[in-house]
């Protein structure tokens, strides 16, 4: 199993919808949760953290289930800028010290008139 | 402005060569980490740094050497060993690499073409 699951899509919704993405993580241990988004030939760049009681950023909306262990996200009134593969990233601290990050292979997003 | 360079963009060698992949930051950050990206897979961790003069391997060491001589500069070396070497390689930093969330920042990567 995969440490970080997501469905590579693509979800094509139109402009104005919502869409929503899951992300399953296997390691219990997992301590923090993060949702970047990279677009095509670009370097990822962090959407937002995850915390414990949810958070919202504007149209974007996160939430973690830890007894499900998995995350989400919801974008709202969808853009065609949104268009991008939104990458699932869960922290764990190393033994050795440090945390890692393991990035899920990403959902890709595209927006449409 | 504050922010992570990488150079060159794009990068062509032949197979044999060792290549060095430019990484800096003026972020002020402790932590800098390298990154490569290949298609249908999920980033991975090639080595890491805590702090000046001491760094860590990843889960894909091998093949790749660094070095952390300074605070803002983490370069990374594609060796000869290296089997597979092209990818998109993206170096990141964050305030820490330890305890509470600190998030990682990525410069706009390296694309390696080894033919």
């Known amino acids: 199993r995969k440490e970080v699951e997501q469905d590579p899509g693509p979800f094509n919704v139109p402009e104005g919808a919502t869409v929503a993405f899951n992300c399953t993580y296997s390691n219990s241990a997992s301590q923090s949760f993060f949702w970047y988004r990279q677009d095509c030939r670009k370097e990822p760049k962090l959407l937002m953290s995850?915390?414990?009681s949810g958070n919202e950023d504007g149209r974007f909306t996160a939430q973690l289930n830890r007894a499900s262990q998995y995350i989400s996200l919801l974008i709202r009134d969808s853009k065609l800028s949104d268009s991008a593969t939104y990458l699932c990233?869960?922290?764990?601290?190393?033994?050795?010290?440090?945390?890692?990050?393991?990035f899920g292979t990403g959902t890709q997003l595209k927006v449409e008139l | 402005d504050g922010g992570i360079t990488q150079s060159p963009k794009y990068l062509f060698r032949k197979e044999g060569q060792n290549v060095t992949l430019s990484c800096e930051q003026n972020l002020n950050h402790d932590a800098m980490y390298w990154y490569r990206q290949d298609p249908g897979q999920g980033l991975r961790l090639i080595y890491y740094s805590q702090i000046v003069n001491d760094f860590q391997k990843g889960d894909i060491a091998e093949g790749y050497s660094v070095s952390r001589e300074k605070k803002e500069s983490f370069p990374l070396t594609v060796t000869s060993a290296q089997k597979n070497p092209t990818a998109f390689y993206l170096c990141?930093?964050?305030?820490?690499?330890?305890?509470?969330?600190?998030?990682?920042?990525f410069g706009p990567g390296t694309r390696l073409t080894v033919t």
């Open positions: 990141a930093s964050s305030i820490r690499s330890s305890g509470a969330i600190y998030e990682q920042y």
């Open positions: 995850v915390y414990s």
């Open positions: 990233v869960v922290q764990i601290q190393r033994t050795g010290g440090g945390n890692k990050l393991t």
